[in-house]
């Protein structure tokens, strides 16, 4: 059994954010072959001040809830792409899911994983092979569900939940997209990976680096 802590959730953000920062080109280079180039720009620009948004904040004072509602509240003030409300969603949708917890235990985190997906998936109303990053998320948050769900430690959850995404995100180069920009492509989008789906699991991967302890 592990507790995270508030300070854990805020080097969990500044984790997320330096990946993405390192993977900005690659995702604005796959943007840019079935969308518009800035997903990379968009993401980086968003965990950037979600992660000086979270660090700003009186640790002692701050519960989860606190950090993710923060952290919703800078992504979508930083981004004015599409991701920018997906994100935001999902964070917010992470505070309601742990609201009242001063500390996160396995159970929780599984939570957070569910109610990020589902998040993207009200806000963006995408369905699973519609080729977004929702490809990602939704397997990643019923992987980790079924591990936690089989006895799987958190580590191995967390694992389970990467290792879903990346599947995910290879899986999309053969879908046609359904929503976002893509979707004006038709047949053309076929064999791209999408920039959103690939984001997602650089996402997935530093928090399971982070959360795993
Ligand atoms: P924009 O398309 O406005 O330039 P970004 O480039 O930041 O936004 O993000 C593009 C990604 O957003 C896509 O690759 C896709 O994964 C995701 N996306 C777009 N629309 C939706 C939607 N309705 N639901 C889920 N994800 C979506
Ligand atoms: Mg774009």
């Known amino acids: 059994m592990t507790t995270i802590d508030t300070a854990r959730l805020v080097a969990m953000f500044a984790a997320i954010a330096a990946d993405i920062s390192a993977d900005r080109d690659r995702l604005c280079a796959l943007d840019g072959v079935i969308g518009d180039a800035d997903h990379g720009i968009a993401m980086e620009l968003g965990f950037a001040a979600a992660r000086d948004a979270v660090a700003g904040l009186d640790p002692a004072a701050a519960d989860p809830t606190t950090i993710f509602n923060t952290a919703a509240k800078s992504f979508l003030n930083a981004v004015g792409a599409s991701s920018g409300p997906l994100y935001a969603t999902a964070f917010m949708r992470a505070g309601a899911a742990v609201k009242g917890k001063a500390e996160l235990e396995d159970a929780d985190v599984v939570a957070l994983f569910r109610a990020m997906a589902k998040g993207i998936q009200d806000r963006g109303k995408a369905e699973a092979g519609e080729k977004t990053m929702i490809d990602a998320w939704l397997p990643a948050a019923q992987a980790m569900g079924d591990a936690a769900g089989a006895g799987t430690d958190l580590a191995g959850a967390l694992a389970a939940a990467a290792d879903a995404a990346r599947a995910g ?13 893509s979707s004006r492509l038709g047949e053309r989008a076929l064999g791209h990976m999408d920039p959103g789906a690939a984001s997602a699991v650089t996402v997935i991967e530093a928090m399971r680096r982070s959360l795993a302890g």
């Open 169 to 181: 995100a290879e899986a999309t180069k053969d879908m046609i997209a359904g929503k976002g920009r």
